[in-house]
T-cell receptor, first 115, second 112 residues
């Protein structure tokens, strides 16, 4: 199993550009989520999904869109990049979307810089 | 609301002990602990359930006081490999399953 994979590892964008961060998992996990990590802020939840076709907003959803057409993939779209979106982005997955106290498996992260 | 972790940073010598605290202003259903090494992804350590259960992971253990809405992570006889940033993630009673709110992290450095 590859676990949770993310592409690209690094990306530089100009203000106003759009792009999609890719996330895939091969563990047949129900739950997937996107976090951003800024210095001193820990991990903040952007969007999450409890299964294919179902997504919802987290703490900081503005400026981001998600969709989940398959169990495996959960792409994150930046609609019009802003310097405030400079961050490290982590995708995570978990076996169940219920209260079953599952650990979350994190991908390696995408470091995004917006100029 | 983000849980508050303390201390923000701690430096230890190998073999010393440390305690990292995580406090929430909201009622908690569970607390999760993760460790992240520099430039890497967070890695799961343990989950604490309401009821004050203590869980262990090698020489790392934790407790959860539901009434005080606090959890503490205990690192005993620290090793160089314990260096990294520790995050607590809290789950409230109204959270959608698996939705965690993470603290700002505690940076731990273990020196020889």
């Amino acid at each position: 199993n590859a676990g949770v994979t993310q592409t690209p590892k690094f990306q530089v964008l100009k203000t106003g550009q759009s792009m999609t961060l890719q996330c895939a998992q091969d563990m047949n996990h129900e739950y997937m989520s996107w976090y951003r990590q800024d210095p001193g802020m820990g991990l903040r939840l952007i969007h999450y999904s409890v299964g294919a076709g179902i997504t919802d907003q987290g703490e900081v959803p503005n400026g981001y869109n998600v969709s989940r057409s398959t169990t495996e993939d959960f792409p994150l779209r930046l609609l019009s990049a802003a310097p405030s979106q400079t961050s490290v982005y982590f995708c995570a997955s978990s076996p169940s979307s219920g209260r079953s106290y599952n650990e979350q498996f994190f991908g390696p992260g995408t470091r995004l810089t917006v100029l | 609301q983000q849980p508050v972790q303390s201390p923000q940073a701690v430096i230890l010598r190998e073999g010393e002990d440390a305690v990292i605290n995580c406090s929430s202003s909201k009622a908690l259903y569970s607390v999760h602990w993760y460790r992240q090494k520099h430039g890497e992804a967070p890695v799961f350590l343990m989950i604490l359930l309401k009821g004050g259960e203590q869980k262990g992971h090698d020489k790392i253990s934790a407790s959860f006081n539901e009434k005080k809405q606090q959890s503490s992570l205990y690192l005993t006889a620290s090793q160089l490999s314990y260096s990294g940033t520790y995050f607590c993630g809290t789950e409230g009673p109204n959270n959608a399953g698996n939705m965690l709110t993470f603290g700002g992290g505690t940076r731990l450095m273990v020196k020889p």
